[in-house]
């Protein structure tokens, strides 16, 4: 069945992986709430808290690493279906853990054991999501595809956190634990539900040796060049860490923790627009979608050194809504090119080789940035974030392939019903 001219919302395997994807983020952020109160309670420690998403960062980056090199074994759908239930199994062992009558050292040391290996599993289900995108939708709706998926990926993450902690106050541990359980298992029947042809079906699945994931990263000069983007952008977005972006507010802007809240909701209202705008103007920066990304990384280096020179916290809150569209554009575009770009049976294992690689990076440059911060003064790391920014720009300027890369929307294959 073709489905190119076909709204998103009225093709079912959109539909049904697109919920995939919110009860998937749910399921983590509550889960994640839910342990951060827990922890901190027993240990009364803000350091003994900071194990889990410390933890979960450990785990992502090695579940990312043997994704790399192993993923491609799997069928997709039949994997993303799998995860689901391995997740909710883990579950109901945190379940069965927090009913037993044990000391808090070891109930401690045990909900972060599952905690590990749920952060584990969970690090594949990104990438696979993002291989069997493309196979749910045609070529000329990849754009509006990733931004509807981005926009609600924002959205959670902006409201997720405080319905997470709101439901502390309504539901038991076990009662939100058990919801978890639940989305985990929506979340991979959902992805058992979609509906491929035949020869699509077949696709995720590999059989027979190909290149290891991170050869073909390296060995191709647009997929080099965004990870490259993405390095430096991520030593840039460091800036926008809780701990900096506090710095920021109390120190260059001489305000209180209140207008450091306004500041990070102005961001993501910013992205949440963002995804929006792409939505609604798929085909544009479809055309023009490297000399999108280009503009977008100019226009971010532009707002970040007004905000670093701006004194009144109401400027700051529009500069980061500001933000958030470019962002969102450079995002969405560059997760559609390497969709584009990369080979189809091997979506997936790429992208777990880049989060891999990202991942730690990102963690390490909120590090640098501090420490740059004791250095040379909080505004003046604003200011070299800025210089990053544009330097982003002009890698996707000056490198050939990305320079001259057009991204044709012709799909002569038909996608799944």
């Given at each position: 069945m073709e489905i190119a001219s076909t709204s998103l919302w009225k093709q079912p395997n959109f539909i049904k992986l697109w919920l995939s994807q919110v009860f998937n983020l749910l399921a983590q952020i509550l889960l994640e709430v839910v342990l951060i109160s827990q922890v901190y309670y027993m240990t009364n420690s803000v350091l003994g808290a900071s194990l889990v998403p410390a933890l979960t960062s450990i785990s992502v980056f090695l579940g990312s690493l043997f994704a790399s090199y192993h993923i491609n074994k799997f069928h997709l759908q039949k994997l993303l279906y799998s995860i689901g239930w391995i997740r909710a199994f883990i579950m109901i062992?945190?379940?069965?853990?927090?009913?037993?009558?044990?000391?808090?050292?070891?109930?401690?040391?045990?909900?972060?054991?599952?905690?590990?290996?749920?952060?584990?599993?969970?690090?594949?289900?990104?990438?696979?999501?993002?291989?069997?995108?493309?196979?749910?939708?045609s070529r000329q709706q990849y754009i509006k595809a990733n931004g509807t998926i981005t926009m609600i990926q924002q959205l959670i993450m902006t409201a997720g956190w405080g319905l997470g902690s709101a439901s502390l106050l309504l539901l038991s541990t076990t009662q939100l634990m058990l919801c978890s359980c639940i989305m985990f298992v929506a979340s991979g029947m959902l992805i058992h539900w979609l509906k491929f042809h035949k020869q699509d079906q077949q696709a995720p699945k590999i059989k027979k040796k190909a290149k290891p994931s991170w050869k073909i990263a390296l060995q191709s000069p647009i997929i080099r060049s965004i990870t490259l983007m993405d390095m430096v952008e991520g030593l840039a977005n460091a800036i926008w860490s809780s701990a900096l972006l506090l710095g920021f507010t109390t120190i260059v802007l001489q305000e209180t923790e209140a207008w450091w809240g306004f500041i990070n909701s102005g961001y993501f209202i910013g992205a949440i627009l963002g995804s929006f705008v792409v939505v609604i103007y798929s085909k544009i920066v479809q055309n023009k979608i490297t000399t999108m990304i280009a503009i977008s990384a100019v226009a971010m280096g532009v707002l970040t050194f007004l905000f670093s020179i701006s004194t009144s916290p109401l400027i700051a809150v529009i500069l980061c809504v500001l933000m958030g569209p470019m962002y969102q554009i450079r995002d969405i575009a560059q997760s559609t090119i390497l969709q584009d770009v990369i080979p189809e049976n091997q979506r997936a294992s790429v992208m777990a080789a880049r989060n891999m690689v990202l991942s730690p990076w990102n963690g390490l440059a909120i590090i640098i940035m501090g420490l740059c911060?004791?250095?040379?003064?909080?505004?003046?790391?604003?200011?070299?974030?800025?210089?990053?920014?544009?330097?982003?720009?002009?890698?996707?300027?000056?490198?050939?392939?990305?320079?001259?890369?057009?991204?044709?929307?012709?799909?002569?294959?038909?996608?799944?019903?």
């Open positions: 062992l945190f379940i069965f853990i927090s009913l037993l009558s044990i000391s808090n050292s070891v109930y401690i040391f045990l909900i972060l054991l599952l905690k590990f290996i749920l952060s584990f599993m969970g690090s594949w289900y990104g990438p696979a999501r993002f291989a069997i995108l493309p196979l749910v939708v911060s004791e250095w040379i003064g909080i505004q003046y790391v604003f200011m070299v974030a800025a210089g990053l920014y544009l330097m982003t720009a002009g890698i996707a300027i000056v490198q050939p392939q990305l320079k001259n890369y057009r991204y044709s929307s012709e799909d002569n294959s038909t996608v799944s019903e």
